[in-house]
Structures are given as C-alpha cells and as structure tokens.
C-alpha cells in the first residue's frame, strides 16, 4: 500500500531553519505530484506548496513569500520541504501528501489529495 513518512519537525526560533522530508512507498513516485499542507487547531488544512511529478512545475501558498522552497528527489521517492525565515505564525502539524491518480496537476486543495503522511509538528519559538 501507499506509504507517506515525514521527519525533520521540531522547535526552531524565529528567523530559523528547518527542512522537513516526505518518503513515500508503494507507488511510482515519479509519476506522482506531491504536495506539502499545515493545520493548527481549529483551522482547514492550507496547502503550503506542490510540485509536480516531473519537479518543473511548484505552487506556493500566499504566505510563503519567497521563504520555503519545495524539491523532490525521484531517484530516492522523497519530497523536501526547505523553511527558512521562520516565524510563529508557521508553527503547525505539516503534513505530506499525494493524489491518488498519476499525473495530476493544479492540486492545491485538500479534497485533491487520497494519501497523507502522519504529520510531523513544526514549532517555532519568539
């Protein structure tokens, strides 16, 4: 079956670094967009960025502003989600994801996506 695995989560302080990785199992990846969202308590699931199957296409959420950077590794099924200028409004459970169908694009929107990574939580300190 399909496998989505994060690491890479923790507390950072404001103004720092973080790269989380997405490994996925039991499917092509390369044939497969991936996309990074964050929840908080009580609010939806917002997509962070998308990168399609081939790595020549990104999304990125508004409040990115040029700060994350999105990559995938096909030879090594991962996607990477590098985070730099951290602020405490990006603390949040990130989450990986994947569509259920091959390449599918323009998938910015939870309801596009069949597979999801546990979560791996991201918090940063003022």
């Known amino acids: 079956q399909v496998q989505l695995v994060e690491s890479g989560g923790g507390l950072v302080q404001a103004g720092g670094?973080?790269?989380?990785?997405?490994?996925?199992?039991?499917?092509?990846?390369s044939s497969y967009s991936m996309a990074w969202f964050r929840q908080t308590p009580g609010k939806e699931r917002e997509v962070v960025a998308f990168i399609?199957?081939?790595?020549g296409s990104t999304y990125?959420?508004?409040f990115v502003k040029g700060r994350f950077t999105?990559?995938?590794?096909?030879?090594?099924?991962?996607?990477?989600?590098?985070?730099?200028?951290?602020?405490?409004?990006?603390?949040?459970?990130?989450?990986?994801?994947s569509p259920e169908d091959a390449f599918y694009s323009g998938a910015y929107h939870s309801?596009?996506?069949a597979y999801w990574g546990q979560g791996t939580q991201v918090?940063?300190?003022s």
């Open 17 to 29: 670094s973080l790269k989380l990785s997405c490994a996925v199992s039991g499917r092509t990846f």
């Open 52 to 55: 399609n199957w081939s790595g």
């Open 60 to 62: 990125y959420g508004d």
């Open 70 to 97: 999105i990559s995938r590794d096909n030879t090594k099924s991962t996607v990477y989600l590098q985070m730099n200028s951290l602020q405490p409004e990006d603390t949040a459970v990130y989450f990986c994801a």
């Open 111 to 113: 309801h596009d996506y």
């Open 123 to 125: 918090t940063v300190a």
